[in-house]
């Protein structure tokens, strides 16, 4: 029901001014959710707004100034005016110049002679114009001296730490921090991989505590800030950030992370997001149903994708990478595929590629901006990490996860690991994707090491069965 009280007003004049005070202290992220409230706010004082136009004034404002905006009083459209030039005004500091504009002409069909509406629409076209013909010199300058940052998502299993090394390896005359988060119990990763340093990585942060798209959004943040403070005490300039996100991460809250923290938004920019694509198991994973208020991972990465990487093509026929390539160009139609086996790519197709669009995101997800976003994993997916001391009797290894793997594959999304192999000096490394596993002896052991560690990801898993499964193969 709409609140037309005098207090009512108060509120959204309130919050419009506290938004548009945010906003010349470049506090923009803090700016857009008090121009969203006191948007929200505005239409509950609207006592002429009918339940189809509810909501419209956010989410779709040349809509709303088309259909329903007629029975308004004069007074009331020159309000509502002031308020959509204000959130254009502050995404065209966050560079959404396209949605900015929609909402400008939107204020300029309600008060044609407002002269804030018409210096705004000015400003945002010559912007627009700048930006077409690559000429936008302070926004050049403006961003020379920000880092840009890579996001390598994708599922479980799709090759990320491939690439990763990839890049670190091929780019010997940059520098990279590097952020890396792995969804489990226990941290495998650091023990299946050269370690980023010797790949010439800077900086490395791992994060094991949770998913880098939830709960850990502050740990990510602290990690970005630490990085900018080191390299300013250090008195060097990075050639750049890499974020490996969890296989089950939506890429959405963590783009979020470059317009949510002020500090970030002025030092980093988010140069664009790149998944991986495994061309032998990815297409399970786009067309499975999810409970209900439950996102798809695999969707949502392919959906915010700047760069597509279907990755192990040599796995499947070119018929199976024709019917991936049209389910992942029904869901984003215009990204560029890269066809890729072990991960190797021209870095020039997915570094300096300038590719995030926050205008295209906002497209796609018109709640991008909103800060109370949270994103519900399946319940149903967990993982399972065992440690324990002992020795694997190697014909028994393989006879349990053989087994194992032919009756749970399908639940079982990844497997991986570091075990001690009775008779070997070595560590026995291995890694599984479904119901393809492989393993191989790698480092010898340093002394004192010596202990097996694995971890399971995947639906519905039983920890007691697995742990005890486990165990039988110790000699």
Known sequence: MACTAPACADTWREKHAS???????????????LINAAL???ENSQAGTGTEQQGMMLTDPARFAAEAAGSMAAGAKVDLAGLWATRADILMGL???????????????????????????????KLQKYQEEGIAEDAVAATQ???P??????????????????????????????IENEFGEIGIDDKLIARREDLGAEQIIEMNNGCICCTVRGDLIQGLRSILKKTSLEGTKLDGVIIETTGLADP??????????????????LDGIITMIDAKHALQHLREEKPEGVENEAVEQVAFADRIIINKTDLVSSEEVK?????????????????TQNAKVDLTEIIGIKGFSLDRVLEADSEFLRDEQEHQHDQTVSSVGIECPGECDQARLNAWIAKLLTERGTDIFRTKGVLAVKGSDHKFV?????????????DPWPSGERVNRLIFIGRNLDRAELETGFKSTLA
């Open 19 to 33: 938004a548009r005070q945010a906003a010349e202290e470049s506090r923009l992220f803090e700016a857009v959710q």
């Open 40 to 42: 929200e706010s505005f």
């Open 95 to 125: 560079g959404g110049l396209k949605r900015a504009a929609g909402e400008l002409g939107a204020a300029a069909l309600l008060a044609p002679e407002e002269t804030r509406v018409k210096e705004l629409l000015a400003e945002c076209e």
């Open 145 to 147: 001296n920000k880092v």
């Open 149 to 178: 940052v890579h996001i390598l998502t994708g599922f479980l299993g799709s090759g990320k730490t491939t690439l990763l090394n990839h890049i670190l390896r091929e780019s010997h005359t940059k520098r990279y921090a590097v």
């Open 252 to 269: 959405a809250p963590v783009a979020q992370t470059f317009f949510a923290d002020d500090v970030i938004q002025s030092k980093m920019l």
């Open 323 to 339: 019917v991936l390539t049209d389910e992942i160009r029904a869901i984003n139609r215009l990204v560029p595929i890269i066809y």
């Open 430 to 442: 291995f890694q599984g994707i479904h119901m393809i596993f492989g393993g191989q002896p790698q």
